[in-house]
């Protein structure tokens, strides 16, 4: 893990495999090399955080062909935000469906052959800890800062990549302030979230408190 990333497969033979004229890894291959679709091919990646960017990263992850993808969230799926979810349906509110179950099931009806496993937790849950350790790369796509802590402290612990994508708006009375878009790449060793400023301790604390005393976080 560095400025680029090797990986190692067990019992890997050279990547010489011929990619098939109007297969589904063709358009791939056209793109990034048949080495790269090789390599996807392979990989067990995380997206933690499956809402309106994290849907779209695991949409996107699936129709590169990557083998086996872990979807970590412990939201359901609300109306309010029908609108920012790929693949939610008025049927899922309705009926209070696990984002990462739905998106589960979008995927598995998809027939594209990736593996998904769905974990409907928090990041820092043993099962979701167990899971992100066997993975390759780390996608956190969260806008909690106690949530982002988690997962850039799990991805150095095991020496794993971790790329985290943020999006931002700002608007008043239909008038754009801001909108900007952040993708930081975090290696072991290098810096991480906190000391390029993508939250604040003071941020970390109180994003602590309202998921852990609710009652106080309102209070103060």
Known sequence: VGSSLKFCF???EPMQREIISGSFEERTAQAFGAGTAEYLSKLTVAVVGT???GSIVSEQLVRLGVRRIILIDDDIVETRNLGRIVNAKRVDAENGIHKTDMLKSAFDSSGLGTEV?????VVGCSKSIHLLSICDVL????????GRHQLNRISTFYVLPYIDVG???VSNMGKFEEISGAVRYLIPGGSSLLSRKAYT???LASDIMRREDPVQYQAR
Do not use: H, Y
């Open 117 to 121: 496993i769905s974990v409907p937790s």
């Open 167 to 169: 999006v931002k708006l």
């Open 51 to 53: 809402s309106g960017t």
């Open 201 to 203: 301790l003071e941020r």
């Open 10 to 12: 067990e019992n890997q």
């Open 139 to 146: 996608f956190g796509c969260l806008d909690s800062a106690d």
